[in-house]
């Protein structure tokens, strides 16, 4: 394994640290001993060579929104950054070939001109594309699959240095290691996805009782593209959101009422709350049902602008993928804890879903899957309450999101992944020494070059 870096920092495409890293939730923080920001592929390949003959560790660092370590290291940081344009597009077969520092947002916008579209997106669209696809992101839809679902072919500098490629024609044990590979194979370098043609959604947002969402639950996941749900904790309410592809033209989601739902009601007002609550948590039952403001939303956009929101909230997030049938009592569990716990919890708990996929590290691998995420306002505290929903979480057979906070280990998860032993095997493979390990994925993964 690699020692922790020590002495001068790699000289080629490299610069010495000037300061602390920190992720988008602020909870993770680290000090690298060298920043790399590689333009080309052989800006990487010689970063990745110098690294490893200086017995470096080394990890990339995408957008810096996962929860988790994942991104930490105590040797180079690599950021992509300047690695992030789209190399090919077609519109006829939809095969589009990125470079992996391009943002989900820049990627959208760029299909969104070739009359193209991602077929599936989360909630922000600020993330790297190959942080994304490396933590197993999600959005929501009974037959919606995962970003890795999308991707048919990727580009890797391996810790010797070496480019390899992959698909399922070409290494195929390596491409479904890697299409969730929590940046434990190398540096992926391009990535490329099958998009489909663009479309229009219409969104459709309004508040229902929690028991009438639960009660009917089967048919909203069924009956739509895109169903998802707030339950808005002390409450019986739940935000429902439906997304359904449409021929409309845009309307009613533009200019200033884009701003008035998403920024001034989704962050800044919903912020205020969340400072109340964070000041007063005795307030904070008899201030919930404010968090379900909003009212009806009914418009149509462009996929890729109905798909996500402005985050300007920050928070901390744990998710769970639980199997689909065990959903509602997920939640019922999730909500009478609260209220025997008598926690304070200022934020909704969101609920998503997806179909079962083949990747062998993504969460809902082998069986249609609910996503119940928790969050917590910054600041609050959160730990009892996690600690809380991740025992039920547990029970219920849940597989932690990888790039949201947990605190499982990799003896706890290897039994819930059947190709794990696969996975481990194509990781030494690709690092055998532990060049991209950290303590992070040493406890999700266990230690490098064992199977
Ligand atoms: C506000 C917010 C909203 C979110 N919404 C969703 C959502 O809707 N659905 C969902 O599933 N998740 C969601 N997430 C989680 C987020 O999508 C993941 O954590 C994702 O991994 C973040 O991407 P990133 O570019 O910031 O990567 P980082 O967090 O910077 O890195 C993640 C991992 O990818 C690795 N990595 C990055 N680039 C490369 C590369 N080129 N080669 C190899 N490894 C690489 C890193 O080393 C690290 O291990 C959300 C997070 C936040 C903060």
């Known amino acids: 394994m690699f020692p922790p870096a020590e002495g001068e920092p790699p000289s080629k495409g490299a610069e010495p640290p000037a300061e602390a890293w920190t992720n988008w939730a602020a909870n993770q923080r680290w000090f690298p001993q060298a920043v790399a920001r590689p333009v080309t592929v052989e800006d990487v390949v010689s970063v990745v060579r110098t690294a490893s003959d200086q017995q470096r560790r080394a990890k990339v660092v995408g957008s810096g929104h996962s929860f988790t370590g994942a991104a930490v290291t105590d040797g180079v940081t690599i950021h992509l950054g300047g690695h992030s344009r789209v190399l090919d597009v077609d519109p006829e077969s939809g095969l589009v070939k990125a470079q992996a520092g391009i943002t989900l947002g820049r990627l959208s916008r760029a299909l969104a001109g070739a009359g193209l579209a991602l ?44 480019l390899r490629s992959c698909s399922s024609d070409d290494d195929p044990e390596l491409f ?22 663009a479309f229009s959604l219409r969104a459709q947002e309004t508040i229902e009782p929690l028991d009438q969402v639960l009660g009917r639950l ?26 359904n592809r449409c021929d409309d033209p845009p309307r009613g989601g533009g200019g200033a009422r884009r701003f008035v739902d998403r920024v001034l009601l989704e962050n800044v007002a919903f912020g205020a709350l969340c400072r109340l609550d964070r000041r007063w948590p005795q307030l904070t039952p008899r201030l919930a049902p404010a968090m379900a403001t909003g009212g009806r939303r009914d418009v149509v956009d462009r996929s890729y602008r109905i798909f996500v929101s402005p985050r300007r909230v920050h928070f901390v997030e744990m998710e769970y993928a639980v199997p689909r049938h065990r959903a509602v009592e997920a939640v019922t569990r999730v909500r009478d804890l609260i209220e025997r716990e008598h926690l304070r919890v200022a934020f909704p708990v969101e609920v998503r879903f997806a179909p079962a996929e083949d990747v062998w590290l993504s969460t809902s691998q082998g069986r249609d899957s609910a996503y119940i995420a ?43 992944y059947p190709h794990w032993a696969r996975w481990q095997h194509q990781r030494a493979r690709a690092d055998p020494h532990g060049m991209w ?14 199977l």
């Open 119 to 162: 077929a599936n997106m989360g909630d922000v669209d600020v993330q790297s594309l190959a942080g994304a696809l490396s933590t197993g992101t999600h959005g929501t839809g009974a037959a919606a699959g995962s970003l890795a679902s999308q991707v048919v072919g990727m580009e890797l500098v391996t810790a010797d240095g070496e």
């Open 176 to 197: 479904e290691a890697a299409r969730v590979g929590l940046g434990a194979l190398g540096v992926v370098t391009s990535v490329t996805l099958r998009a489909v043609p």
């Open 218 to 243: 089967d048919g909203h996941v069924a009956g739509n593209d895109h169903f998802e749900f707030f339950w808005v904790p002390h409450t019986n309410l739940a935000r429902t959101k439906r997304n």
């Open 374 to 416: 928790v969050h917590q306002y910054w600041g609050m505290p959160y730990e009892r309450y996690f600690e809380l929903v991740e025992e039920v979480m547990v029970d219920l057979g849940g597989r932690p999101h990888w790039g949201k906070v947990h605190t499982r280990t990799a003896g706890d998860l290897a039994s819930l």
């Open 437 to 450: 390990a950290n303590g992070y994925l040493d406890r999700v993964l266990g230690p490098p070059g064992t």
